[in-house]
């Protein structure tokens, strides 16, 4: 929400391709998040976001897939602790996914937390630019709760750290 998402463009770019796109519901980070974001509980962001899923987004057909967030280095802004919580609340009522941009396991570990006291399963979350954690000890760490990892950025100025994260993570059993 609030990052240009445009509903209408994707789904007709979904009829026109035949390709089936996926676009979220959640919330990004400060300063993408509107006055309302402070002002509302967690289980009225969540009340909005299952709302899209049912309803469809911004008075469209087009429902989300999965729930998006983000979040600084630690420790978590208040603000980051209730767009997660909200989104927990949101995966336990309708199963659905999230996904969490971080930018080192540090903060993994408070969103798992988080998730683990709202009984969302970490198979329901997905450790988004994982690749940038530097200590690997703290990535297997993550990865070992059960999470989704994802690497990305890959490009000529990261493939050989990109490639040795995801290699130390296939050599520690981590391939599925």
Excluded at 23 to 49: C, H, I, M, R, V
Excluded at 73 to 85: S, Y
Excluded at 129 to 144: I, K, M, P, T, W
Excluded at 157 to 169: C, I, K, R, Y
Aim: net charge negative; proline share 5%; hydrophobic share 45%.
């Amino acid at each position: 929400m609030y990052l240009a998402r445009d509903p209408v463009v994707l789904g007709e770019l979904s009829l026109r391709t035949g390709m089936h796109i996926v676009t979220n519901t959640g919330q990004y980070k400060e300063p993408y998040l509107p006055d309302a974001t402070f002002a509302l509980s967690a289980e009225e962001l969540a009340e909005q976001w299952i709302g899209e899923w049912q309803d469809g987004i911004d008075g469209s057909d087009v429902r989300p897939g999965f729930i998006k967030t983000a979040v600084e280095p630690e420790p978590l802004a208040a603000i980051q602790q209730k767009v997660i919580v909200a989104a927990a609340l949101k995966s336990r009522a309708t199963g659905m996914t999230i996904g969490t941009h971080t930018c080192r396991g540090v903060p993994a570990l408070q969103v798992l937390r988080i998730l683990d006291r709202y009984g969302v399963a970490p198979r329901k979350w997905i450790f988004i630019h994982a690749h940038q954690e530097s200590d690997f000890g703290l990535l297997e760490l993550v990865a070992r709760s059960g999470c989704w990892i994802e690497l990305d950025g890959i490009g000529p100025a990261n493939d050989s750290a990109t490639l040795s994260t995801l290699l130390q993570l296939l050599d520690a059993g981590f391939e599925s």
